[in-house]
């Protein structure tokens, strides 16, 4: 993603989007939560070893370092500092 003018465009639109709690590491969790839980990974048997280990990290490890990852967004996006947009006249959002 490039504005043609800002080469770190996509962190910083990130950033604004995080902290404007529009869409935010928390709604992947969720999303995930709800597929895992629909599709019931948790319940599939008779996987190869690659597909048990795939199994264990979507179900166990990825759910925990997305809240991780979470809780670091947070931070981040208390210190945020405004950003301007060429796209948005320069405004600083």
């Not at 902290?19 to 995930?32: E, P």
């Not at 939560?33 to 597909?51: F, I």
Request: aromatic letters at 12%; glycine letters at 4%.
């Amino acid at each position: 993603m490039y504005d043609g003018c800002d080469d770190n465009f996509f962190m910083h639109f990130s950033s604004v989007v995080e902290s404007a709690r529009v869409y935010t590491l928390s709604d992947y969790i969720d999303i995930l939560d709800v597929l895992v839980e629909k599709w019931k990974v948790k319940d599939l048997t008779g996987l190869s070893a690659e597909g048990q280990e795939a199994q264990e990290f979507v179900c166990d490890h990825l759910p925990q370092k997305l809240r991780r990852l979470e809780e670091r967004a947070e931070k981040r996006a208390k210190k945020r500092q405004t950003i301007p947009f060429t796209w948005i006249f320069n405004s600083a959002v």
